[in-house]
């Protein structure tokens, strides 16, 4: 399965700048780090599978801006094309025409989005048979010089990923059920969660940064597009919170070890606080996932897996981790999963 | 100033109504003509080759789109909304009340050859049709509807500026209403469905004459 969206970091990684304007002192771009130089990203590029034969393509895709200064997108390029064109469709008095564009402006932190029945890219002359899935290379051309390369994949109109027919989150719950509170404790539970948290994992295991669960979720994600996966993790954010395990033993010493580990951390050990930045997060909104009500195993395995280097997609888990003794994931692990889910809006499940 | 119990029942439908008028109205772009008018008589060729007459609307509603082939933006987006407006459609009306969908096809040498991909793409019961010039204009004004056939630019474009709305055609080969543009399925549905039950209902084949 071919995934169905760009990735973000990989396109501005693989954005190349032409030496000798702002970069000039950058040796050349294998120093991909600076990725936030490129300035421009660009998000779910597309091009509508065309009836065979058809000698006009569309492309589609959402430019975002994040420099301060305005960029201007002069035109675009790509080797499966004779030519490439920006365009624009317009309804006026109900009749409806097409006219070339000589530049679209990407105003300082701003987007534009090339959509149907608006701005689009015209790929002329396909120099190959378009393919389902297929990823077609296209260089964006900028007033400054640089280029952005985008990688956009070939999918039908009628994408079950699109508009009104989004059921991705059917998918799933298959695993994680409808309600976000899966049976199985290798599924963590979705229901209340963070959803820019649970966009981030999709798109980590999709794009291969996570990758600690056997496979599993690379499969599954590959699938889903950057707007479906917004609107899955919203719905699943939305659901009531998970009840905390009722099951395990709470107020003995390993649970109090947890509680405390929690609230307070272990200074001597170097260990911070949990809830500084998840949960009822002592610095507001929580800046990591809630950790409450999770099953206990899951929790275990993941705290595990980033001591042990297995789970990597965070800056600050992989540090801490390494500072806590098997006991001590086991007692976290404890706590957490019988601890009552309290969001920030005060609202706590039963 | 007191009003009477009535007057405030009274006023909190005609708010809500115009709520749910709007509502409806901002997501819709439906236009119900007044006075059903027949399409004009026209011979065009379906995208198999065979003939196709005005005649060959009667007995079943269609829906009328204007484009051309190498329309790669606004004609694709029409057509797919409309296979999806047909889908949720089939849920609210007889199978035998369901549109066709005709794509007419207004630059003849260009669209014939690549016809039948084009539409069949979006369903494989679309229709496409296109033929003499003079037809295809015959075939517009029935539907209301213009096309006009820019030169190629430079670098050989072809353009053509055309009508956006569909045209809904009755089993009486006659034009009743207009869909805009952007065809949300759901509303577009529900409109063709209340429109196609009202027709469906009323005793006299002249509809709300």
């Known amino acids: 399965m071919t995934g169905r969206c760009l990735d973000l970091l990989r396109c501005s990684a693989i954005a190349s700048m032409l030496a000798g304007v702002a970069f000039g002192s950058v040796p050349g771009p294998e120093l991909d780090v600076s990725w936030a130089g490129a300035s421009l990203d660009v998000e779910s590029a597309w091009i509508p599978l065309a009836p065979v034969g058809l000698k006009v393509h569309v492309g589609y895709m959402t430019i975002v801006n994040r420099a301060a200064t305005d960029k201007h997108v002069l035109g675009a390029d790509s080797p499966d094309y004779e030519r490439v064109e920006l365009h624009r469709s317009t309804i006026k008095d109900g009749v409806t025409s097409m006219e070339a564009v000589e530049e679209v402006r990407v105003p300082p932190h701003g987007r534009v989005e090339f959509a149907p029945t608006g701005l689009h890219f015209m790929l002329l002359g396909p120099k190959r048979p378009q393919a389902l899935g297929a990823r077609v290379p296209i260089v964006l051309l900028l007033s400054s010089g640089e280029k952005v390369d985008v990688s956009a994949i070939v999918r039908r109109r009628d994408d079950p990923a699109q508009g009104a027919h989004s059921h991705h989150w059917h998918i799933c719950a298959t695993c994680h059920s409808l309600d976000g509170i899966s049976a199985m404790a290798r599924f963590p539970k979705l229901a209340g969660q963070r959803a820019a948290y649970i966009e981030k994992q999709v798109r980590d295991f999709r794009d291969g940064r996570r990758n600690n669960d056997g496979g599993q979720m690379e499969a599954s994600a590959s699938d889903i597009a950057d707007a479906d996966l917004a609107r899955t993790a919203a719905y699943f954010a939305s659901l009531p919170p998970p009840p905390p395990d009722g099951t395990l033993q709470t107020n003995g010493p390993e649970w109090r070890r947890g509680a405390a580990l929690y609230q307070e951390g272990d200074e001597a050990a170097g260990i911070p606080p949990c809830n500084r930045c998840h949960d009822d997060a002592t610095s507001g909104q929580p800046q990591g996932p809630y950790l409450s009500s999770q099953h206990a195993s899951y929790l275990a395995k993941q705290l595990r897996d980033w001591r042990t280097g297995i789970r990597t997609n965070s800056g600050d888990m992989p540090k801490i981790a390494a500072k806590l003794s098997d006991q001590d994931i086991d007692a976290l692990a404890t706590f957490l999963a019988s601890y009552p889910r309290v969001h920030a809006n005060g609202t706590a499940a039963q | ?209």
Request: hydrophobic fraction near 45%; glycine fraction near 6%.
């Open chain 2, 1 to 209: 100033m007191k009003r009477s119990r009535a007057q405030i029942v009274l006023l909190a439908i005609v708010a809500a109504a115009v709520v749910v008028a709007s509502a409806a109205m901002a997501r819709v772009n439906g236009t119900i003509f007044d006075r059903p008018e027949p399409v004009r008589a026209f011979t065009l060729d379906d995208h198999g080759g065979k003939p196709f007459t005005a005649e060959q609307l009667k007995g079943r509603w269609s829906l009328i789109l204007t484009g051309f082939t190498s329309c790669p933006d606004v004609c694709p987006f029409t057509l797919a909304n409309l296979e999806q407006v047909v889908a949720e459609l089939g849920l609210l009306v007889r199978p035998d009340r369901l549109p066709a969908v005709i794509f007419l096809a207004v630059y003849p040498d260009r669209d014939r050859p690549n016809l039948k991909e084009y539409v069949t793409q979006f369903h494989p019961d679309f229709i496409g049709l296109t033929g003499a010039l003079d037809q295809i204009e015959n075939a517009l004004k029935g539907i209301d509807a213009v096309a006009v056939r820019l030169k190629p630019d430079a670098r050989g474009n072809y353009q053509v500026n055309h009508t956006a709305a569909a045209a809904v055609i009755d089993p009486q080969a006659r034009l009743v209403a207009k869909i805009n543009p952007p065809f949300e399925p759901a509303p577009t549905a529900q409109f063709l469905a209340d429109l196609i039950r009202r027709y469906g209902n009323a005793r006299s084949p002249e509809g709300g004459r």
